[in-house]
């Protein structure tokens, strides 16, 4: 049995509150029998690009660097 379960936000930073400049947290659960995961970090986005920082939270084994842009509700990324 797979299960995984996905939460974020968007905390807009600018002024007119359009989201082109924002924090964006998110936390990411995914379990496969004996397995399970949970990636916990933050976004931070300046439209069109994005930088951000994860941290694997079960296991204590990795930090998660990210890099992208984000345009047009397309988002594409580089970790």
Same mark, same amino acid.
């Given at each position: 049995?797979?299960? %995984?379960?996905? &939460? ?6 600018? !002024? ?13 659960? !995914? ?11 933050? @976004? ?5 690009? &994005?930088?951000?920082?994860? @941290? !694997? ?13 984000? @345009?047009?509700?397309? !988002?594409?990324?580089? %970790?």
């Amino acid at each position: 049995m797979m299960m %995984s379960g996905f &939460i974020g936000g968007n905390i807009p930073l600018d !002024r007119d509150l359009e989201g082109n400049i924002a924090l964006i947290p998110t936390v990411l659960y !995914r379990m496969q029998g004996p397995f399970n995961q949970v990636d916990a970090g933050m @976004y931070f986005k300046y439209s069109p690009l &994005i930088f951000g920082v994860y @941290y !694997r939270a079960l296991g204590n084994d990795a930090l998660i660097a990210i890099i992208g842009i984000d @345009y047009n509700h397309l !988002r594409i990324g580089y %970790s």
